[in-house]
């Protein structure tokens, strides 16, 4: 293989069978969570568009274009490959995802899942503050691009202009060590800008500019919760917050790639030749021992010269050249 072929084969998205195949950061209370909240919407008949701003590789997005209804557009915004804005954001990226984020990765993983892609906008999230994506027609919208507070602020002001009265919001890393900002735009929005938690995980807070209690009374009645989510349930400043943790051992896995029954024969094909190999070698490497002791028996029956001779002519070169090793030995 040349050198720019071995370059564009590593260079090549690697197809996943499952969920967990795509590279991020995106568990399973909080997957277990999307699917809630927009199967919520979708049973009460609610309509409207779905957002992400930030997709990465394409985890979460793959998720929620799952839960796409016919008369819906999903939008992802993210810089991919593109340059940053600014320096700080620059050195976000450099800092977080190196050479990992290319859109190429991006639409490989989700058109592993889906027929289509969603309405992919390369460019910072900034570029929907103004009017480029129409207002109160959201009913979910998923904020995890840049940590930095400035932009978290302005990420929170396009979501609170695309949602619906009571659509929701996902904030991703909310209360990292590493993600200051975040919290810093997330309980300034709460306490400042109206913004009303519903649910808290470890990773991600989830809250309206609506009602929270109808969805709240639905969490806490269990109403198509998974088995193993523990709920409690804390006060802030006069109004309730739920948490949620405990085992994922009751969620139900996310559907497999349109690839996984191929891989799923593949890996079994390179196993087996595998298996084959060894065995193989095994069987080689038992073959070439059992001559190299019938060799050094015959040594010890025969004079020397004859028995070298006898070797030279009659062994393959392989033992021969195996018994001369385990001589110098």
């Not at 990465?56 to 839960?67: D, E, K, P, T």
């Not at 209690?213 to 400043?237: F, H």
């Not at 069987?283 to 059992?290: K, P, T």
């Not at 001779?309 to 062994?315: Q, S, T, Y």
Request: one cysteine or more; a negative charge.
């Amino acid at each position: 293989m040349t050198d720019a072929a071995l370059s564009a084969e590593q260079s090549r998205p690697v197809e996943p069978a499952l969920l967990d195949d795509v590279p991020g950061w995106f568990w399973d209370h909080d997957r277990h969570l999307f699917e809630w909240f927009l199967g919520r919407q979708e049973k009460a008949g609610v309509t409207g568009d779905l957002l992400e701003m930030g997709a990465y590789l394409g985890r979460s997005a793959i998720v929620i274009g799952g839960h796409l209804q016919p008369s819906e557009t999903f939008t992802v915004c993210d810089l991919f490959d593109s340059d940053a804005p600014d320096d700080e954001n620059a050195a976000e990226m450099s800092m977080s995802y190196r050479k990992s984020l290319t859109r190429t990765a991006f639409e490989s993983n989700y058109l592993s899942f889906h027929d289509k892609l969603p309405e992919i906008i390369q460019a910072p999230t900034s570029v929907l503050d103004g009017g480029r994506i129409p207002a109160g027609s959201f009913r979910f919208v998923h904020i995890d691009a840049s940590h930095l507070y400035e932009h978290v602020v302005g990420d929170l002001r396009v979501a609170r202009a695309a949602l619906q009265p009571q659509g929701v919001v996902a904030l991703d890393d909310y209360r990292s060590a590493h993600t200051p900002g975040v919290a810093a735009a997330t309980w300034e929005a709460v306490f400042n800008h109206g913004l009303t938690p519903i649910v808290l995980t470890e990773g991600k807070f989830y809250g309206t500019w609506g009602d929270p209690e109808p969805a709240q009374r639905d969490l806490l009645d269990r109403v198509g919760l998974a088995e193993g989510c523990e709920l409690s349930a804390e006060t802030l400043n006069g109004r309730r917050v739920l948490r949620i943790n405990g085992s994922s051992e009751g969620i139900a896995p996310f559907r497999p790639s349109r690839h996984r029954d191929r891989l799923v024969v593949e890996a079994a094909r390179r196993e087996a030749d595998q298996a084959r190999a060894e065995a193989l070698r095994a069987q080689q490497e038992a073959d070439v021992d059992l001559a190299v002791r019938r060799a050094r028996a015959a040594e010890r029956r025969r004079p020397a010269n004859v028995a070298k001779r006898v070797a030279g002519d009659l062994l393959p070169p392989v033992v021969t050249s195996a018994i001369r090793r385990a001589r110098r030995g």
